[in-house]
């Protein structure tokens, strides 16, 4: 009876995980690359990973580009955010429902240039979008803007 | 750090000039010359941007400093970034002939003009999103929108689109294209609408 009950546990376990595994793969893909010129690359837990048109962003991951590199990212709220060379552009929160629009979305920018597009999260709610720097926080309340963050 | 030095030395000799170690900003019009609003927050200064090319600059002592770029300002500075920003997401929206599951003729059309969207674009990502009108509450209208998004999804995925590139969402009530009463059955308003990335 007892082995019995822990097999059924384990069974439920494993379907538990096979069905959680591909919904965590999608719900993690928050942005995609679609511009990519020079040296550019993607920091995610302490690695380096090259960054291509089409190569999936995660929420923490960190955008680096060398003095020829420049990057531009289509987000799933159809924010637009590129960067120019020498940047370093952190996304350090990332959330958007689908349904209501509801989101946040803050993103430091370390050192370089960027562009912003402001997408469906900052529409829905004003002050759910936020970009900071080493020196100052940005209220975004739409649209469209610019950021040089010298260090 | 020797830089920062350098540059505390600069500011020193230049007697307070302005020196590089400095955030910019610069509100834009967007492509309908309509312009939004940013508020910079620094640590002892404010400033609301809210009018085209309004910029502003944090300065060595933690305020801000309201001004206006210039569009060569903005070029010079910005040029890379503007340069690598991605395309523009485009809108497609499509109908079913009421009581099946076929698109209608226009919107036979309307797929066309996407799938000629997507050949234009490197890689692209789409988001099938599904609509309703205004009839019944939130939680059915949610999963019925749904369900409708999910159907596209498996009939362009059928056309050959990857479906690791749709992604789904039902927007329930929340969006009418004709804004009516409560209640109201209005076709226009389900259906279901595609961006493309």
């Not at chain 1, 020079?38 to 048109?53: I, K, N, T």
């Not at chain 1, 020498?86 to 689908?98: D, G, H, K, P, T």
């Not at chain 2, 009018?51 to 060569?72: C, E, I, L, N, W």
């Not at chain 2, 009581?99 to 050949?119: C, I, P, Y």
Request: glycine fraction near 8%; proline fraction near 5%; include cysteine.
């Amino acid at each position: 009876m007892q082995s019995t009950r822990f097999i059924v546990i384990r069974w439920f376990l494993v379907a538990f995980a096979c069905s959680i595994a591909p919904i965590a793969g999608w719900a993690s893909d928050i942005a995609q690359f679609r511009v990519t010129k020079g040296s550019v690359y993607l920091e995610r837990g302490g690695q380096r990973l090259p960054a291509r048109v089409g190569t999936h962003l995660q929420a923490t991951d960190t955008v680096v580009t060398g003095a020829d590199g420049s990057a531009g990212i289509a987000f799933i709220d159809n924010s637009l955010l590129s960067v120019g060379p020498n940047s370093v552009l952190a996304i350090e929160r990332y959330a958007f429902n689908s349904t209501t629009h509801e989101g946040a979305f803050e993103s430091s920018l370390r050192r370089g240039t960027l562009s912003v597009v402001s997408g469906k999260i900052a529409k829905q709610s004003p002050d759910a979008m936020k970009v900071k720097t080493p020196s100052s926080v940005l209220g975004v309340r739409g649209t469209e803007f610019l950021v040089r963050s010298t260090d | 750090m020797h830089r920062h030095y350098a540059a505390l030395i600069a500011s020193m000799v230049l007697g307070g000039c302005a020196t590089s170690n400095q955030d910019f900003i610069v509100l834009l019009p967007d492509k309908e010359g309509k312009v939004g609003t940013v508020v910079v927050q620094s640590q002892k200064g404010k400033a609301v941007l809210n009018t085209a090319y309004a910029a502003a600059r944090t300065t060595p002592d933690g305020g801000v400093q309201r001004s206006t770029a210039s569009q060569s300002e903005v070029k010079d500075v910005f040029a890379s970034a503007l340069a690598a920003q991605p395309s523009r997401p485009m809108s497609f929206i499509l109908y079913f002939e009421s009581g099946n599951d076929e698109f209608t003729e226009e919107s036979k059309q309307e797929v066309k003009r996407l799938l000629a969207e997507m050949a234009r674009r490197q890689a692209p990502d789409i988001t099938v999103i599904g609509h309703t009108d205004l009839v019944g509450p939130n939680p059915s209208n949610d999963a019925l929108s749904l369900q409708r998004a999910e159907r596209v999804k498996s009939i362009l995925a059928g056309m050959g689109i990857p479906a690791e590139r749709i992604l789904t969402a039902g927007r329930g009530r929340r969006e009418p294209l004709i804004p009516t009463a409560e209640g109201i059955p209005e076709p226009r308003n389900r259906r279901v609408e595609i961006n493309v990335r």
